[in-house]
Structure formats: C-alpha cells, structure tokens
C-alpha cells in the first residue's frame, strides 16, 4: 500500500518550534518531488514549501520564508518540515504530498492536482 504519513504536529507556544516529518511507505521518495501544505480552519488549502528530487531546489511560500526549512533523508524515505518562530497564524493541519516528475524539474505549490499522494495531516496548534 502507498502512503505517506505525517507527524510531529502538536500544541506549540508562539515563538516555538515544531519538526514535522512525512514517512513514505510502499514507494521510494527519490522518484518525487515533495510539498508541505497546510489548511487553516474556514480557509482553503495552501502551499508552504516544496523541494524537488534532487534536493537542490527549494520554494518557500513568503508565509514561511525565514522561519520554516524543508528537507528530505533518501535514507530514511522521509521529508521534513522544521517550523521556527512559529506564530498563531500558522495554526493549522499540514499535509506532504508527493508529486513524480523528472530529476530537475523545479517543484511547486501551486499546481496542488498535480500532486499524485497525500498524507492525512497532522494538526498544528500555535497558542498561549
């Protein structure tokens, strides 16, 4: 079975920081780029950041600039998100998502259909 799983997510104090993780199982992540999407309750989904294969090319929403890193570990099948000084307006469930396409094409957030696996989400909750 093909599945990506999140975790990670949790309850966090503004100016924390969270590490989201997204596992594949049932495929090899080296054969796609990987996105992070979140959706705030009432909103529609969004992008935060992807990466592409080879892992040398990076987009950040400005949402995140600054404040979020994306990465991936062939290894361990595994892309991450790590949030820094995070902020109650990035209270949300953050999706990966997988997307094949070729070794250096560029990935991106917008094109969410193109998007070929999702995971379940995790809830992130940024509050005092």
């Known amino acids: 079975q093909l599945q990506l799983v999140e975790s990670g997510g949790g309850l966090v104090q503004p100016g924390g920081s969270l590490r989201l993780s997204c596992a594949a199982s049932g495929f090899t992540l080296d054969n796609y780029s990987l996105g992070w999407f979140r959706q705030a309750p009432g909103k529609e989904r969004e992008g935060v950041s992807c990466?592409?294969?080879?892992?040398?090319?990076?987009h950040y929403a400005d949402s995140a600039k600054g404040r979020f890193t994306i990465s991936r570990d062939s290894a361990k099948n595994t892309v991450y998100l790590q949030m820094n000084s995070l902020k109650a307006e990035d209270t949300a469930v953050y999706y990966c998502a997988a997307v094949q396409n070729s070794y250096l094409e560029p990935c991106n957030v917008v094109a969410q259909g193109l998007y070929n696996y999702w995971g379940q989400g995790t809830q992130v909750t940024v509050s005092s």
């Open positions: 990466i592409n294969r080879n892992g040398f090319r990076i």
